[in-house]
């Protein structure tokens, strides 16, 4: 079955990078895009944008450019969301979140668990 | 790109049927039959329930339907239970080659 594992919660300060990982498992790495989701505290879901698991192009949201970075391991079957010159308003959970396959047209179906990071002083 | 409008709340009572609607642009909702429904109860991880604004995906109850008119679509659960009480997101393509989620709704059930 589809699995997608993410990395352990992160404290970070404000300024530092962070890298969040996520594994994938139960089906063909490279036929899927993979996709990150921010959901701040109490909030909804912003889609961050996505990574082509074919060429490793990503293409980021409005709002996510700049620090915020795609990049994929392709043999090890991961990808990763690095977010640099972290700001307290970065304090979300992330999620990995697989592409539809394209035969169903653009979307999203499975999620990882997500990866809460912290940034506070 | 701006986010996709949901009521914030909608109730019901058990048995009864709920819909929930979200409402985009020509750019949006209105241009693609790409509009995807999601479950998520607190703590956890969201979940796909319906993709392709009327499809759903392996292992989702067929109380859980989608449907879609001019720029705005719509989820609607029947046959309400207990276990339904949960956020609901939907997400679609858009023009820009991007996708956009709707604000969320919290269903209650009475």
């Known amino acids: 079955q589809v699995q997608l594992v993410q990395s352990g919660s992160e404290l970070k300060e404000p300024g530092a990078s962070v890298k969040v990982s996520c594994k994938a498992s139960?089906?063909?790495?490279?036929?899927?895009?993979m996709n990150w989701v921010r959901q701040a505290p109490g909030q909804g879901l912003e889609w961050m944008g996505w990574i082509s698991t074919t060429t490793g192009n990503p293409a980021n949201a409005q709002g996510f450019t700049g620090r915020f970075v795609f990049s994929l391991d392709i043999s090890g079957r991961t990808a990763y969301l690095e977010i640099f010159n972290l700001k307290a308003e970065d304090t979300a959970v992330y999620y990995c979140v697989r592409g539809l396959d394209s035969a169903d047209g653009p979307g999203i179906d499975y999620w990882g668990q997500g990866t809460l990071v912290t940034v506070s002083s | 790109q701006s986010a996709l409008t949901q009521p914030a709340s909608v109730s019901g009572s058990p048995g009864q049927s709920i819909t929930i609607s979200c409402t985009g642009t020509s750019s949006d909702v209105g241009g693609y039959n790409y509009v995807s429904w999601y479950q998520q109860h607190p703590g956890k991880a969201p979940k796909l329930i319906i993709y392709g604004v009327s499809r759903r995906p392996s292992g989702i109850s067929n109380r859980f339907s989608g449907s879609k008119s001019g720029n705005t679509a719509s989820l609607t659960i029947s046959g309400l239970q207990g276990e339904d009480e949960a956020d609901y997101y939907c997400i679609s393509y858009t023009s820009s080659v991007t996708l956009v989620f709707g604000g969320g709704t919290k269903l209650t059930v009475l």
């Open positions: 139960g089906y063909t790495f490279n036929r899927n895009e």
